[in-house]
């Protein structure tokens, strides 16, 4: 044992071990704080945007960006729901202050939260 812990990647891995140890822990923010107005967008191309829009309906207002080749879901959940059918152009921000653009020359619409739903999402974490 004594041999394994003098061979110079023994060393090396016990001393990055040390360093981890003497590192301050991270504290985790409680939270944190910004206004919403409540404007979800909603970017869809699958059956699941009826269910997200009956669960999300009553606490927020939504707009759905329908981005499929193929007819939104026509249902009842549905009906009293922003619908528009195209492609992202442009969609930027933050938590409480993101701008989507998805005509060419349209002033950019504001929305407060986005959830996308598609395979491949437009934010990659």
Do not use: C
Request: aromatic residues 6%; charged residues 15%.
């Amino acid at each position: 044992m004594t041999l394994m812990l003098q061979s110079p990647a023994a060393r090396a891995a016990l001393s990055a071990l040390e360093s981890l140890n003497a590192t301050n822990p991270f504290e985790p923010v409680a939270s944190v704080g910004y206004t919403s107005a409540g404007r979800l967008l909603i970017l869809a191309d699958d059956e699941r945007l009826s269910d997200v829009v009956s669960a999300l309906a009553e606490k927020l207002s939504i707009a759905v960006l329908w981005v499929a080749s193929t007819p939104p879901p026509a249902n009842a959940a549905l009906a009293d729901t922003e619908l528009s059918r195209g492609q992202v152009i442009s969609l930027e921000g933050y938590l409480g202050a993101f701008a989507l653009v998805w005509q060419a020359g349209a002033a950019p619409a504001a929305f407060d939260l986005v959830l996308d739903l598609r395979q491949k999402p437009h934010f990659q974490m």
